[in-house]
Structure formats: structure tokens, C-alpha cells
């Protein structure tokens, strides 16, 4: 049963919407009404719930808007203009693009309840009393507070701050604040809060709550992030030059980031014990494991969610003489060429992570294309892979929870920190890095493939974070992380531009049969069977010399150059807001939405990264 079912239609209408004229006024809670509502647990539980709420309402943009188009996963764009969420995959923004406006409000929304919480609770007889119920769900308020404002820090950089509940007659009209003295305030509320909250074993509904570990975990998220780098406008003679920068303090951060994520691994409270694809089935099928690789999940109820819908393996809608229980679902979300074919062909987390093929209206498995609509698809979810039934005209609401954080993600971390600080691998990072690699190898390649592995990458920092850089790749696919980590170690650029120039060399080699990538599969071969609709695909991972018997050829890398030898145009477009060398930095900052910048009296403005459109 999910959490999020679970919050107060009171509470909901107290806190209200946030209108469009002010771009932080809520109709605000009186004094009585917080008295009330934190004098006892039940209704201090419903408000609390009504923090997440904004969350699962917008959790497909914040996912699957913001975070698009890497070295990994990437959604269609075309040459022109959406003024949509293509703009923003393309790193294209106009300060008009309508897809931001209410992921921002619903961020504010979410934030000033969780402010009104805070204050409620602090100011509660409840917590004068120290009873662990209030103090855990004080924590909660933190947690979340501080999940939605990193949201909103990596999305538009600096923006406006507040650390109160809205109240008639505030100042609406808040300026921006660094987004460097926000980190800092979110990481130090954290630390001072966590050793007051429950784990999530202990907690009604798991890991759909923000438990102790996920307070410990976004500590060392939010302190990568401010330790880490970003852009920034930096003026020199009166001329204003973007770069990727990050503050002298930066090793500070990352000793807070190795302090949290050890004392979490140390807590016990979590491990690596079932095996990559259930952790991903169980999602798929609602069951909530709390004490395994899961940390902390936005939870959908059964008739809500969007993640079977957008990303995963896809699945057309049947004809009525064709129907089959699932509707329609997946494939908006592609995987890159050059990504999956990066895989070691024996690591495990391979055909989890990445699927050759889909489900037609008639549902049969049929080969997916190598860069279209049907693109290699990302097979950690499918409404397919769960035991409920939608019906055949079916399309959104597949209460496939969300991974917002993973104990494999705290171990990598541990790792990166431990390598950061001590100039090179200690045997602690070592550990925790074979921790998450072991799962992903049958026992009888760990020698080679893990212990070996891992002792030729250790040999400097330098060596050893770029393997740390790969893993997370393989580790994380598809769970649209990555762009935050490419942001954070100032290589967003550089591996947009290997990924365009990867992807047009595999195309020359596959159609010449020469060069570095002419091992790599020209074609692929297919045979359906027509009583069981399953497919059997031949020639994925290597180049066959022909169609063995009964397959029928596709072309496959060699599709990515057109006809007249030049690199087909997706290659182009769906990073057509970058520079494909690399070297210089990507433009990922969001303007602030127009109707915010014309509501804001003055306060707040576009200034510094030069948007078009204008």
C-alpha cells in the first residue's frame, strides 16, 4: 500500500496552490490552524504525507524533463523549436519554454509546507516533549524540504529562498540567493536533524518515506553537489565569460559526503543482497523492500504514476482483436548506441539495463531501430514486467514506484569521496566500489572481472575516479541520474561531445567494416516465433558475417549515417543547443519562467547566461 494515498484533503486545501501573480503566496495557515493540526500524531502524519504529494505530481518533469540528454539517455528533438520539454533536452531554452512553469510552482508548493511542518512541529507541545513519532516526522520535513530545493538549485542555479511558511503580508518579492549558501544551510539542517529520525524499517511504509538513511544520504548528495561544480556567469572587464567552476572550500564538502555515507554503511541498515533485476521487478509489481539496495522511492499509487508510461520497455496499445492487458507505455526515453555498447557483454546489469526490443500492437517482441522513435529502450521497468492488468486501452496511472536513491549510489560515493581525499583509493574505497561491482558478475568471472578489475584501476586518483565515472554509468542507467554527476565533475560537455563524435564513427566503421568500432554489429538478425511472441535476436553485441538460418537482417550502426555519408540528423539535434567538440561548457541552467520574472516586481531576472529569444 502506498503513502501517498494517504494525505489529508484538508490539508491540501489549507495549503492551496500557489498563484500565478506571486510566485511564493499560498493562502497561508493561521497560527490556530498549525496549533491544531501538530497537536497529535495522526493529523501531523497527513500534513507531512501532503509534502510528498507535489512530488509525485511532478516527478515526471523533474525526472524526465530536466535530466535529459546525456552519454546515456536521450529523448527525440527535432532542428525547430517545441517550446516544450524537447528545448530543454536539447540544452535549447527560451525563458518562454511553458514546461517549466509548474514543475517551479509545485517545487514551492512543496517546499513552503514543508516550512509551515517545520514550524508547526518546533513550536508543538508534541516535540517540547521530545516524543520520537514528532521528531522523526520533523526530520521528514527536513529531508524533503532539502530533496525539492536541490531540485530547484540544479535546475536554475540561484533562485529566490525561503525558510519560513508564507503568511499574509510577507515580502513576496524575493531575490535570488546564492545557491552556495542554500547547500550549506540544507546540509547543516540535515545533519543536526538525523540522528533523531527512525530508518526506514521501522517506519509504516518503508522506504516510501524519507527514513534516517535517506536524511544521511542527501547529506552526502547535497555536499557533492556544493562541493562539486557548476556554471557560472564570471566577469572580467566588464564582459561576462560562462564557466564551470567550484568554490576553494570544495574538500570540506566532500569530507561531510565521506562522513555520512560511512556512517550509514556502518549502520548496517542496508545491503546489496538481492540480485540487479529484482530490485527493479519489485518496482514494477509495488513491493517494498526497506532494508536492501532501495533508500528512498517516490511512491505512486496504484492508479497514479507515469514511469511504465514514459520511460522503460515499450508497449503499443492493442487493437480490441489484438488486446492484451497492459495498454500502452514505455519508449519515450531511449538509451545511446555508444552507452550500451560500452557494456562488458558479461556484466549482468547488461540485459537488465538495456533491451533490443518491444513490445508491437499485437505484442509481439519486435526489434527495436538504433535511433528512432522505437530506440534502444531501457528495460529496468515496463508495465509488461508487472503482475497487474491496466486493460488494452490503458495509458498512465501503472503505480511504478520511483528510485530517488540506492545504497549503490551511497557505496560509489564512499568511494569517490575516500579516492578524493587521500589522492588515490584506500582500501575502504576499494571495498565499497567491489561491493556494488560483485553483484553485477556471476561468481565464476569475480576474479577477473571484479578483484582484477578493480587493482588495474587503482593504481592513481586519476585512474581510479574515471572507473568510478563508468560504473556509476553502468550501475545507474536509465535512472536519470547521470547528468547531475557529469554536472558536478565538469564533464557535462565532454561526454556530449564523445557521445555525438562516438556515435558517427561507429556509423562510418559499420558501413566501411573497418576502424575501431567495425566489430561492433552492421546488422542484427531476428527470428520471431509465431506461437509463443517471442523474439530471438542474433549479432547484438558483435558483427556476424551474415544472417544465420531462419533470421531475417536489419540494418543496425550502419543506419547512423545517412545515405550521403554524413551523420544522421538526430545526432545532431538532440544536443542541437551544444557544441559538439566538447570544450566548452554546456549551457544546462534553466531561465527562470517568464511569468516569474514578470510577477516578481522587479526582484528576479534572466541575467548572465544569454537565453535566446529575447
Known sequence: MKKVCFYSIMIVALSATIACEKFLEVDSLSINDLDYIFSNREQTRNFINSIYQPSTAEANRFVFYFNMNTDIEFGMVDQAYDNGRRDLWAYDIKETNQAMESPWSQAYLAIDRANAAIEGILNSQMYADKDPDMLHMLGEAYTMRAYWYLEVVRNWGDVPYSRTRTKAGDNFYLPKTDRDTILADLIDDLILIEPKMKWAIELPF??????????????????????????????????TELKMVRNDDYLDYYRIANTYCKKLIESGTHKLNQDFKTVFRNQCNHTVVSDDDMIFELAYSSKEGQVGYIVGVTVNSGYQTFAHEYGKGGGVISLTPSYVYSFDTLDLRLPVTCFFHYWNDQFYEVP?????????????????FSNYTFGYAA????????????????????????NELNNGPTEAAKDAFRTVRRRAYSVEYRDTKVDDYINSVSGSKKSFFEALVNERSWEFGGEMIRKADLIRWNKLGEKIGYTQNTLIQMGIDANEGSGTYANLPDRIYYKIDSLTKTIDIAGKYSRLSGAPAGYT????????????????SRIETNWRGYDRTGNVPVKYIYPLPQAVIINSNGALKNDGYDFPGF
Do not use: C
Open 206 to 239: 518503508g522506504i516510501e518515506l524519507a527514513g534516517r538513511e535517506f536524511a544521511q544520504a542527501m547529506i552526502a548528495r547535497l555536499s557533492l553537489v556544493r562541493g562539486g561544480y557548476s556554471l557560472r556567469p564570471i566577469g572580467y572587464n566588464g564582459q
Open 368 to 384: 527495436v531501430s538504433i535511433m528512432g522513435h522505437t530506440g534502444l529502450q531501457i528495460g529496468k521497468w515496463s508495465k509488461v
Open 395 to 418: 495509458t498512465q496511472g501503472d503505480g511504478i514506484n520511483w528510485p530517488i536513491m540506492r545504497y549503490a549510489d551511497v557505496l560509489l560515493m564512499f568511494a569517490e569521496t575516500e
Open 553 to 568: 537482417p536489419k540494418d543496425w550502426l550502419t543506419e547512423l549515417i545517412d545515405i550521403n555519408g554524413a551523420p544522421v
